[in-house]
């Protein structure tokens, strides 16, 4: 039983749009919400990260926006470039336990 | 952001060795680590969670035996892949939740293990 669903798999966008990836989550215990950046042969990288008592976090151009109800979160990514190519997971944990992780989704920015 | 080194980058050996793969967090404790293996364009496949001075609790199909874990300190857990065969060779990632703070998870480098 999967605990984190993401989508889309995979993410083609022109330089300057804004991709948004989703994930969604089914344990209403979960209180901290990490998205991850990998690129290829490298461990992923903390991006940013949400708990459940804000609705939307930014940092640079990445933002996550947080839906406690429908127990959904998504990231976007504002005016992309091709050099954020890479695979994107999303996370979720309770603290103390182990993170679940979404299946990822594989972004292409085209120049 | 918090490092976690992971050593070695890639290795290649001979079917029948073993291999072991280091974890370093370098500037933070670690009560927890995770071990993890990731096929070429799949997700992260967790192996194996070790706690700082105790045995470490493995995934179902993932045979303790032939993975080795040790965590014997707070900052450093090791992998090894005893008796290693051509189906082993993978992408490794260890993994280190922060003890403190918002037990924040961060990620090694990756081993590219080749067995040959």
């Known amino acids: 039983q999967q605990q984190v669903k993401q989508s889309p798999q995979s993410l083609i966008v022109q330089k300057g749009g804004i991709p948004i990836i989703n994930c969604a989550y089914e344990?209403?215990?979960?209180?901290?919400f990490p998205w991850y950046q990998q690129f290829p042969g490298k461990g992923p990288a903390l991006l940013i990260a949400?708990?459940?008592?804000?609705s939307e976090k930014k940092e640079g151009r990445f933002t996550i926006s947080f839906n406690k109800s429908a127990k959904q979160f998504s990231l976007h990514i504002m005016d992309s470039q091709p050099g954020d190519s890479a695979t994107y997971f999303c996370?979720?944990?309770?603290?103390?336990?182990?993170?679940?992780f979404g299946t990822g989704t594989s972004l292409t920015v085209i120049p | 952001g918090a490092v976690v080194s992971q050593h070695p980058s890639w290795v290649i050996c001979k079917s029948g060795t073993s291999v072991k793969i280091e974890c370093r967090s370098l500037?933070?404790?670690?009560?927890?680590m995770f071990w993890y293996r990731q096929f070429p364009k799949q997700s992260l496949m967790l192996m194996a969670t070790?706690?700082?001075?105790?045995?470490?609790?493995?995934e179902q199909g993932v045979e303790k035996d032939k993975f080795l874990i040790n965590h014997a300190s707070l900052t450093l857990s090791t992998l090894t892949v005893t008796s290693a065969h051509p189906e082993d060779s993978s992408f490794y990632i260890c993994?280190?939740?922060?003890?403190?703070?918002?037990?924040?998870?961060?990620f090694g480098e990756g081993s590219r293990l080749t067995v040959l």
């Open positions: 993994s280190a939740r922060k003890a403190s703070g918002g037990g924040e998870l961060f």
């Open positions: 344990n209403t215990a979960f209180d901290y």
């Open positions: 949400i708990r459940p008592d804000v």
């Open positions: 996370a979720a944990t309770n603290t103390g336990n182990q993170f679940y």
């Open positions: 500037d933070f404790q670690a009560t927890t």
């Open positions: 070790s706690n700082e001075g105790s045995k470490a609790t493995y």
